[in-house]
């Protein structure tokens, strides 16, 4: 398992850059580039993860490539495109999206996100996504989400097949998935599940915590590892045991003084390194 942080910390140069992430005890990191940055960049930034051995575990693409808008859904996916290229190009576990969503928000909840029309056109977008970018040393993921899909491991373990490629595989973030009691109270066999129906097609993981509040009706509030419920050294030893170099990411804090404490917690619970 290698510890990572969704945040390039705040840097003047690439070799500043992976100075801090290795210090902070990350393995893994998300690459801080994208495909529109100079050739002269992308090189300098990847020879500084090589050369402090930083595992490049994703490219991040987060945009809609399911926009209702003709013109705008062409520009997302040829993004996508170039940032898989990209992923491809360093070596990287994986580049990462979401499905898409069918109204104004991005990653927003709709109905007609789950409607037959819009999961054909998912599987289509993929296909078309990997087919254009002709990968061979990396992986497109969908990153799961609470409203669109895949929400679940069943659920995604069926688009995989329906997808056919073998260059789509599974990001993984257990909190997004974690959408019900069930999921909630049962947090160790849902972990369970989730690795023996996905298993080694998981390239990257992210870590987060979730809390139930108390007030009606029901709420999940997504929050800072320690800050809710969910056993996360579970959750790293079930991953880790999937594969030993996997790259589990902290995301979703504010600012460099809190990827630094929750990093530590994270190495405290995990490793008893305080």
């Known amino acids: 398992m290698r510890l990572g942080t969704s945040s390039p910390l705040r840097h003047d140069s690439p070799e500043e850059w992976a100075k801090n992430q290795t210090g902070l005890g990350c393995g893994a ?13 992308i090189e300098a930034y990847a020879g500084a993860a090589k050369a402090s051995s930083l595992l490049i575990a994703e490219v991040g693409i987060w945009r809609n490539a399911m926009s209702t808008d003709p013109n705008d859904r062409k520009a997302q996916r040829d ?9 491809d ?25 789950f409607s037959k029309e819009t999961r054909a056109e998912i599987v289509k977008m993929v296909q078309e996504i990997i087919d254009m970018a002709e990968v061979k040393n990396t992986y497109f993921t969908l990153e799961p989400m609470p409203w669109m899909v895949p929400t679940g491991p069943e659920d995604y373990a069926r688009l995989i097949e329906e997808v056919g490629r073998d ?17 909630y109270y049962e947090a160790e066999a849902f972990i369970d599940r989730c ?47 999937i594969d030993p170099d996997m790259p589990v990411i902290l995301e979703h804090l504010n600012t460099d003084e809190e990827y630094i404490q929750y990093m530590n917690y994270l190495k405290e619970v995990l490793y008893g390194i305080q």
């Open 29 to 41: 990191v998300v690459f801080p580039l994208s495909a529109d940055s100079s050739e002269e960049e």
């Open 79 to 87: 993004y996508c495109v170039r940032q898989l290229q990209l992923a």
């Open 89 to 113: 190009r360093l070596g990287a576990r994986c580049a990462v999206n979401v499905a898409g969503a069918m109204g104004p928000r991005w990653d927003g909840h709709y109905k007609e996100n």
């Open 167 to 183: 260059r789509f595989a599974v990001h993984m973030d257990i909190i997004n998935m974690t959408n019900s009691l069930e999921r």
């Open 195 to 241: 690795a023996e129906i996905l298993g080694n097609r998981i390239r990257s993981c992210h870590i987060k915590d979730i809390h139930l509040k108390g007030e009606y009706t029901f709420q999940l509030e997504e929050c800072a590892p320690g800050k809710g419920e969910y056993p996360l050294r579970y959750y790293v030893e079930k991953m880790n045991s």
